[in-house]
């Protein structure tokens, strides 16, 4: 490449972090002040592209964008003062599934509003053309972008610095309680940056039109490059922000420039679990201070007698399940155990272990591959193939997890976002292995299993065991060893607990487990995609995990089934299913909150 070459993907590299800057910028100044993880961020930036779009046509595009970002913070400060004005004391889990619930909410509205096909938005009046640098033309309009990021971080550099509300906003990123102790009105403090925080996702997906189309995807991933750019930088540190930005969308301009178009995805999140492991609070940022407490601290309760008898008929039903004439609730009953057993891992790790994972499905997604490439490529058995799916969940759980257990908090739980991401874009790239977004499809059982009666009872007796040892392993040794090293790791230690090769055999056992769960969907569904790698599918299952409750052993299978069954009947009954599910999680949020406090 020549030095020209490298000049034009320098800038544009520069002109992609401005645009995600604007992004990061907001998410990291809402999780300074009010310590929420907001993953609706990345639906606020979609809904200023839509708008924009729609916008554009009617008044034009400069003045689109300032209305469009004025709309979005108006939303943002609706958000705030009707929802996360209830929940600030929450756990970080019931905080981060409230603001999922308002993506898949969002998301709807914008497919119902403007339909599913992309939008392309216009070219910028006056910017349209381009300019020769080194030899080679470069868009106008991307260097307005280059100059606008270093104009946004001065003008927030001073508002913080220079200004009484931004010293005000400082003093509650350092120190919220004592600024609430000294009068300050964090009510309006918090609804004050949060809007503020929207605004820049509306400013950046108004100004990202000429750039890119507005489609229904843009939400999760550009929520992901946001969260990689905000971690990096520092949870909370603008200045963080503004050079991670910059390192990530120089890193991606120059993987495209190489001709590693497809390391693009891996790459940014390469980056982030780099600088996670070396640094763990980031490049600017801070140690964490004092974490809420969580439902994790009450002690797992055995299960009682009456638990005892439910389960015991409820295994009764499911062996009789096969017997009824309609073959419909068999599918669906093997996909409620698959998710039980997933759900059942995940609360393993949070539950005893109290280790929230944004990242479960990264296990489920691997053992689901191995499983299908095993089975499509080296030709071998059904039971050989699911072994290879536990093994693969097994060994990427104990590579992911010794790093992660180096971190607490919300930084272990984005770590985990990390890798999992990672693994997501792999699957997801390299299309001579895993298909790429088409997946892997022809993954169906041997002849002995081909009926739906005969996989159905071999995923019962599967799952049944495997969540059984799970509830045992709670009860074990190594179950209150892991719970005291998350309620209290000195201690564990001075006893002579090693905390981290707990915590570390924590995530291999419940990855194992995963892997298993992963594989057996591959098979009930005769196909695998990147799909259940998905951010989503962790969600899900932390979805599971809440519905059916963190403190109870049975929790996790309970919330599965119904899970399952709701999205179920959701999505064959109610035309925008997904904002259906959207406002039943916020409903068990504010519910499970509210007993809860």
Request: net charge neutral; with cysteine; charged share 10%.
């Given at each position: 490449?020549?030095?020209?070459?490298?000049l034009?993907?320098?800038?544009?590299?520069?002109?992609?972090a401005?645009?995600?800057?604007?992004?990061?910028?907001?998410l990291?100044l809402i999780?300074?002040?009010?310590?929420?993880?907001?993953?609706?961020?990345?639906?606020?930036?979609m809904?200023?592209?839509?708008?924009?779009?729609?916008?554009?046509?009617?008044?034009?595009?400069?003045?689109?964008?300032p209305?469009?970002?004025?709309?979005?913070?108006a939303?943002?400060?609706?958000?705030?003062?009707?929802?996360?004005?209830?929940?600030y004391?929450a756990?970080?889990?019931l905080?981060?599934?409230?603001?999922?619930?308002?993506?898949?909410?969002?998301?709807?509205?914008?497919?119902?509003?403007?339909?599913?096909?992309?939008?392309?938005?216009?070219?910028?009046?006056?910017l349209?053309?381009a300019?020769?640098i080194?030899?080679?033309a470069?868009?106008?309009?991307?260097?307005?972008?280059?100059?606008?990021?270093?104009?946004?971080?001065?003008?927030?550099?001073l508002?913080?610095?220079r200004?009484?509300?931004?010293?005000?906003?400082?003093?509650?990123?350092?120190?919220r309680?004592?600024a609430?102790?000294l009068?300050?009105?964090?009510?309006?403090?918090?609804?004050?940056?949060?809007?503020l925080?929207?605004?820049?996702?509306g400013?950046?997906?108004?100004?990202a039109?000429?750039r890119?189309?507005a489609?229904l995807g843009?939400?999760?991933a550009?929520?992901s490059?946001?969260?990689?750019?905000?971690?990096?930088?520092?949870l909370g540190?603008?200045p963080?922000?503004f050079?991670?930005?910059?390192l990530?969308?120089v890193?991606k301009?120059?993987?495209?420039?190489?001709?590693y178009?497809?390391?693009?995805?891996?790459?940014?999140?390469?980056?982030?679990?780099t600088?996670?492991?070396v640094?763990?609070?980031?490049?600017?940022?801070?140690p964490?201070?004092?974490?809420?407490?969580?439902?994790?601290?009450?002690?797992?309760?055995?299960?009682?007698?009456r638990?005892v008898?439910?389960?015991?008929?409820?295994?009764?039903?499911?062996a009789?399940l096969?017997s009824?004439p309609?073959?419909?609730p068999?599918?669906?009953?093997?996909?409620?155990?698959?998710?039980?057993?997933?759900?059942?891992?995940?609360?393993?790790l949070?539950?005893?272990?109290g280790?929230?994972?944004?990242?479960?499905?990264?296990?489920?997604?691997?053992?689901?591959?191995?499983?299908a490439?095993?089975?499509?490529?080296?030709?071998?058995?059904?039971?050989?193939?699911?072994?290879?799916?536990?093994?693969?969940?097994?060994?990427?759980?104990?590579?992911?997890?010794?790093?992660?257990?180096r971190l607490?908090?919300?930084y272990?739980?984005?770590?985990?976002?990390?890798?999992?991401?990672?693994?997501w874009?792999?699957a997801?790239?390299?299309?001579?292995?895993t298909?790429?977004?088409n997946?892997?499809?022809g993954?169906?059982?041997?002849?002995?299993?081909?009926s739906?009666?005969?996989y159905?009872?071999?995923v019962?007796?599967?799952?049944?065991?495997?969540?059984?040892?799970?509830?045992?392993?709670?009860?074990?040794?190594f179950?209150y060893?892991?719970?005291?090293s998350?309620?209290?790791?000195l201690?564990?230690?001075?006893i002579?607990?090693?905390?981290?090769?707990?915590?570390?055999?924590?995530?291999?056992?419940?990855?194992?487990?995963?892997?298993?769960?992963?594989?057996l969907?591959?098979?009930?569904?005769?196909?695998?995609?990147?799909?259940?790698l998905?951010?989503?599918?962790?969600?899900?299952?932390?979805v599971?995990?809440?519905?059916?409750?963190?403190?109870?052993?049975?929790?996790p299978?309970?919330?599965?089934?119904?899970f399952t069954w709701?999205q179920?009947?959701?999505?064959?009954s109610?035309?925008?299913?997904?904002a259906?599910?959207?406002?039943?999680i916020?409903?068990?949020v504010?519910?499970?909150?509210r007993?809860?406090?």
């Open positions: 490449m020549t030095s020209s070459a490298v034009l993907q320098f800038l544009n590299g520069l002109a992609g401005s645009s995600l800057f604007l992004v990061a910028a907001g990291s999780f300074g002040v009010t310590r929420i993880v907001n993953f609706a961020h990345g639906s606020l930036y809904l200023g592209m839509y708008l924009a779009v729609w916008l554009s046509g009617r008044i034009g595009f400069w003045a689109a964008v209305v469009a970002t004025l709309a979005v913070a939303l943002g400060a609706c958000i705030e003062v009707l929802l996360l004005r209830r929940i004391r756990p970080e889990l905080q981060l599934l409230a603001t999922f619930a308002l993506v898949l909410i969002v998301r709807d509205f914008a497919l119902w509003a403007w339909g599913p096909e992309d939008l392309l938005g216009p070219r910028a009046p006056g349209a053309g300019v020769e080194a030899g080679g470069f868009p106008q309009y991307d260097l307005l972008l280059i100059l606008l990021g270093p104009m946004v971080f001065a003008a927030l550099h508002f913080l610095t200004t009484r509300w931004g010293i005000l906003i400082r003093a509650a990123t350092q120190d309680e004592m609430g102790a009068g300050v009105n964090q009510r309006w403090l918090f609804t004050a940056v949060f809007t925080g929207t605004a820049l996702a400013l950046g997906g108004a100004l039109i000429p890119e189309p489609s843009i939400d999760l550009l929520i490059d946001a969260f990689v750019v905000v971690v990096v930088g520092g540190s603008i963080g922000a050079i991670a930005a910059i990530i969308g890193t301009a120059f993987c495209i420039g190489f001709g178009s497809k390391l693009t995805l891996v790459a940014e999140f390469v980056v982030m679990a600088v996670l492991v640094r763990p609070w980031g490049l600017l940022g801070r964490q201070g004092v974490v809420r407490g969580t439902w994790t601290e009450v002690p797992l309760a055995r299960i009682s007698k638990g008898v439910a389960i015991g008929l409820l295994v009764l039903l499911l009789a096969p009824l309609d073959q419909y068999l599918v669906l009953a093997t996909e409620m155990l698959v998710f039980a057993l997933f759900a059942a891992s995940l609360h393993l949070m539950g005893a272990g280790m929230a994972s944004f990242g479960h499905a990264a296990y489920f997604g691997i053992g689901a591959y191995a499983a490439l095993v089975f499509l490529k080296l030709h071998w058995s059904t039971g050989s193939s699911l072994f290879a799916g536990w093994a693969a969940g097994a060994l990427a759980a104990a590579i992911f997890g010794w790093f992660c257990v607490s908090g919300v272990l739980a984005m770590l985990t976002l990390a890798f999992a991401q990672i693994a874009s792999i997801f790239q390299w299309d001579e292995v298909g790429g977004s997946g892997l499809v993954v169906w059982p041997d002849s002995w299993l081909a739906r009666a005969a159905y009872y071999l019962l007796i599967l799952c049944g065991y495997a969540i059984f040892v799970l509830w045992r392993m709670a009860h074990t040794p179950g060893a892991l719970r005291a998350r309620d209290s790791p201690r564990a230690s001075a002579g607990i090693d905390v981290r090769a707990t915590q570390w055999l924590a995530f291999i056992l419940t990855g194992s487990a995963a892997g298993v769960a992963g594989a969907f591959a098979f009930s569904k005769g196909s695998i995609s990147p799909e259940t998905s951010v989503q599918r962790s969600v899900d299952g932390l599971m995990v809440l519905l059916g409750g963190v403190h109870t052993l049975t929790g299978v309970w919330g599965a089934a119904g709701l179920d009947v959701m999505a064959r109610v035309e925008y299913w997904r259906a599910i959207g406002a039943a916020l409903l068990l504010l519910t499970r909150w007993l809860s406090a």
